[in-house]
């Protein structure tokens, strides 16, 4: 590559991760030039500034435009509306104001206050566990659980479409990593096989929910698998806790296993509606993550009012399951819609919808139009994606009204139209 001839069209973030020059900040020189051909195309759709709350409409600022502009949010994870839930809101303030903005210290020192006792009862309650740790965010819970537990002679093994959160934590560990493909379980009998006399403890780890395709981990055959060779299962239930299973807590219920989980983890940011992560398991189990998980006593606990409002998130989802059966009408109607157009949605079964494009110019270029009708999508190319799949991911919720999801369906259908992506 060569300065002043990097075009949007040509490059990809994966030019710039390495970049070999005594300059450590060249490469950061390099994709500048990158993102200010990227920005005047109009495909720079990374941190568009809400200036209103995360809701299923909100008002942005415009950066193309220079202007405010109300959008349909169809890219948010805030599955159940508790982002704005009077009783969530509610709870916040009064804990603002009766505990201050900041817990003072990490957990295992100053930072337990008595509400994250009861958030993580209250959590371990929900998964069906004895007890539950509660991190500053879903990535360090991954990093931490995972490293802690996963030490020289033992293995982790991922599904290949894991979140990079829990690639991320098997690499930090000490133990070694090995891959299966998505959701097929002869290739993770294969790696049982392999390392059931290579390795001490073995760690399967599945997104219960997969963040982009959206479609759910066969967990039955993998308990039965993972009995058979010896292995335990972890369970992220980022894009599951609040919207799968009969009361919205999970695969485990969704499966009706309940207990029958190692760790059932995830992030406390999507349904739930506030920040931090969680893994729920035994209490012996859990007393050992907090004192070896680096990520966890070395991080400040939550602050009093994100723990209040978690708490009451967990009321709301137990005590209004009108707000799910909403969100499963509107997964319904949205992902039935898509595909009597011809869109491909791959094996989507929950709020989260991919819709492949397969190549990374027509995705940004529809997405540039799609947002200057008034639509909020999140375009996922290479390499967070295969270049063959990269998509639209669209991520539902139950505030969207029947408005929204039809002028959403409109837009989808006359640009799919005209990208030749549907007929």
Known sequence: ???????????????????????????????????????????????????????????????MTKQKKEMIMMGSNNYLGLVTHPKVKEAGIKAYEKWGMGAGGVPLLSGTLDLLKELEHRLAKMKGCEDAVVFSSGYSMNLGTISALVRRGDVA??????????????????????????????????????????????????????????????????????DNYGAKIMIDEAHSTGVIGENGRGAPEHFNMWGQIDIVAGTLSKALAGVGGFAATTKEVADYIRLYA????????????????????????????????????NIR????????MGYDTQNS??????????????????????????IFLNPVPYPAVPKKLSRLRISLMATHTQEDLDTTLEVLEEVGKQFGIIE
């Open 333 to 340: 109607y949205m992902r039935e819609n898509l595909q009597k």
């Open 1 to 63: 590559m060569r300065k002043r001839e990097i075009e949007g069209t040509d490059y990809s973030l994966a030019d710039f991760y390495e970049y070999p020059d005594k300059d450590l900040f060249a490469k950061a020189k390099e994709l500048a030039i990158y993102l200010d051909d990227f920005t005047k195309r109009g495909h720079n759709s990374y941190r568009r500034t809400l200036l209103t709350p995360c809701d299923h409409r909100v008002i942005i600022w415009d950066d």
């Open 349 to 374: 079964e929950t709020a989260i919808i991919p819709i492949i494009i397969g190549d990374d110019y027509k995705l940004r270029e529809m997405n540039r139009i799609i947002h200057e009708k008034g």
């Open 294 to 329: 680096r990520s966890y006593f070395f991080s400040t606990a939550l602050p009093p009012a994100t723990i209040a409002s978690l708490i009451a998130a967990i009321d709301v989802i137990e005590t209004e399951p009108e707000l799910r059966e909403r969100l499963w009408k």
């Open 157 to 226: 093994i991922n599904d290949k479409l894991n979140h990079a959160s829990i690639i991320d934590g098997s690499r930090f560990a000490d133990g070694d990593m090995r891959v299966f493909k998505h959701n097929d379980m002869e290739h993770l009998e294969k790696i049982l096989q392999y390392s059931d006399n290579k390795y001490n403890g073995k760690l399967i780890i599945v997104d219960s929910v997969f963040s982009m395709d959206g479609d759910i981990a066969p967990l039955p055959e993998i308990r039965k698998l993972a």
